[in-house]
């Protein structure tokens, strides 16, 4: 089992960064997809990006595309959402998820991801 620990949420403005880290322990990390997803209150949490094992991969809700970006340093067991031109709709609390699987697909569905993080709160100003 993996256990996942994310980081570096906070306040920001309209139009500002943030980098959000997803730091696992536990198990052999570069064996494992990881997507990030977020939940707003009073909505479903929804599909943010995701990542395949080797990092090859990659994929994006329509929402954040051209603004978001995933990656991995698997040295680390670490993947990172870098987040720029950020919204006030971007406001959420945001979650990493991961699933055993080494594969090329990249997984979009929340209820394929086994094992989750607690949540790091994400809050633009307008």
């Known amino acids: 089992q993996v256990q996942l620990v994310e980081s570096g949420g906070g306040l920001v403005q309209a139009g500002g960064s943030l980098r959000l880290s997803c730091a696992a322990s536990?198990?052999?990390?570069?064996?494992?997809?990881v997507g990030w997803f977020r939940q707003a209150p009073g909505k479903e949490r929804e599909f943010v990006a995701a990542i395949t094992w080797s990092g090859s991969r990659t994929s994006y809700a329509d929402s954040v595309k051209g603004r978001f970006t995933i990656s991995r340093d698997n040295a680390k067991n670490t993947v990172y959402l870098q987040m720029n031109s950020l919204k006030p709709e971007d406001t959420a609390l945001y979650y990493c998820a991961a699933d055993q699987r080494r594969s090329l697909l990249v997984v979009k569905t929340r209820e394929e991801y086994p094992y989750w993080g607690q949540g790091t709160q994400v809050t633009v100003s307008s």
């Open positions: 536990g198990r052999t990390f570069s064996n494992y997809a």
